[in-house]
Nanobody, 123 residues
Framework: VQLQASGGGLVQPGGSLRLSCAASGFTVDYYAIGWFRQAPGKEREGVSCISGGDDSTYYADSVKGRFTISRDKAKNMVYLQMNSLKPEDTAVYYC?????????????????WGQGTLVTVSS
């Protein structure tokens, strides 16, 4: 099982980015996928996740209404569309996976992790 996160970069406040999580060695249909982030000096926190069953989704309060998680089963990819970005969104973003049909919102729930992609929101 491998996960490859990409799509990070430098963006101005109010801008948008789409992060991608490419999965190999498993099918994303049957896995819960989560996006987490870790800012310098802070603990890794959950941002959003999607269940492996009915595509239920969860968003942290800090990103609700601005971020959207989605899954492309044909491409075996999961995306995080990030709009109206704020400087406080600056962090390394990670995708994680575990075989499950339900939502998992805590980092301890996930078995597999990608390497992270840096998002910097600054003018």
């Amino acid at each position: 099982v491998q996960l490859q996160a990409s799509g990070g970069g430098l963006v101005q406040p109010g801008g948008s980015l789409r992060l991608s999580c490419a999965a190999s060695g498993f099918t994303v249909d049957y896995y819960a996928i989560g996006w987490f982030r870790q800012a310098p000096g802070k603990e890794r926190e959950g941002v959003s996740c999607i269940s492996g069953g009915d595509d239920s989704t969860y968003y942290a309060d800090s990103v609700k209404g601005r971020f959207t998680i989605s899954r492309d089963k044909a491409k075996n990819m999961v995306y995080l569309q990030m709009n109206s970005l704020k400087p406080e969104d600056t962090a390394v973003y990670y995708c994680a996976a575990r075989p499950s049909a339900v939502l998992h919102t805590t980092r301890q729930s996930y078995n597999y992790w990608g390497q992270g992609t840096l998002v910097t929101v600054s003018s």
